[in-house]
């Protein structure tokens, strides 16, 4: 099973700060997607990465995928209590989806106004 | 709207008995799955399915079958539920053959005692 790690498993920082959050494998992905979940909620598709070095930006938030596609980072500038939530990166195993995603175990981010 | 949609939301049931929840998508999406979610475990895949007829073993199979009789549909049923299969439970869709992310149902809390 290939596994996706990710830090921190928990964070709390203030309205204003920026963060990073990291996923990590020994294992090769052809892609790596980035979702957020809010409690009672399913996970909702932030960002899909494919190709190695590949920087996507979704307002506040910037996405990066490893050179090497083993590994992405997300960036929040100026967290807003509203970025509240778990976030979760999953690999896609063999491209197209056919296999599924294998999913890192989540941060849980809180912002305090 | 597009949806993928479960029922029912929460579930509470004894063990032994019978159970079906049930997932159908708007997307015309040819690829199905069900997940749980537990604490410290992360998200695990259970069944998946490329297209009609076609079903596969995820990662967590024992307790659980599914059925793709339409391609809208996708039920996880559980045939004689036990208290370990109490969990959160996720059914997801996509296309195939991209990278494309998952569209999440809105998840069924399952108690089973």
């Known amino acids: 099973t290939q596994l996706l790690e990710q830090s921190p498993q928990f964070l709390s920082i203030q309205e204003g700060e920026n963060l990073t959050v990291y996923c990590n494998s020994s294992s090769v992905f052809s892609s790596l997607q980035w979702y957020r979940q809010e409690p009672g909620e399913g996970p909702v598709l932030l960002v899909t990465v494919v190709t190695g070095g590949e920087v996507k930006k979704l307002k506040r938030l910037t996405f990066q995928f490893g050179d090497a596609r083993k590994d992405s980072s997300l960036h929040i500038t100026a967290a807003q209590p509203g970025d509240t939530g778990l976030y979760l990166c999953?690999?896609?195993?063999?491209?197209?989806?056919?296999?599924?995603?294998?999913f890192g175990k989540g941060t849980h981010l809180i912002i305090q106004p | 709207e597009a949806q993928v949609t479960q029922n029912p939301r929460y579930l509470i049931t004894v063990t032994g008995k019978k159970l079906t929840v049930t997932c159908s998508q708007n997307m015309n999406h040819e690829y199905m799955s069900w997940y749980r979610q537990d604490p410290g475990l992360g998200l695990r895949q259970i069944y998946y399915?490329?297209?009609?007829?076609?079903?596969d073993k995820g990662d967590v199979p024992e307790g659980y079958k599914v059925s793709r009789k339409e391609k809208r549909n996708f039920p996880l049923i559980l045939e004689s539920p036990s208290p370990n299969q109490t969990s959160l439970y996720f059914c997801?869709?996509?296309?195939?053959?991209?990278?494309?992310?998952?569209?999440f149902g809105s998840g069924t809390r399952l108690t089973v005692v």
């Open positions: 399915s490329m297209n009609v007829e076609v079903t």
């Open positions: 997801a869709s996509s296309r195939l053959g991209g990278p494309g992310g998952y569209t």
């Open positions: 999953a690999g896609d195993r063999s491209g197209g989806g056919a296999d599924g995603l294998t």
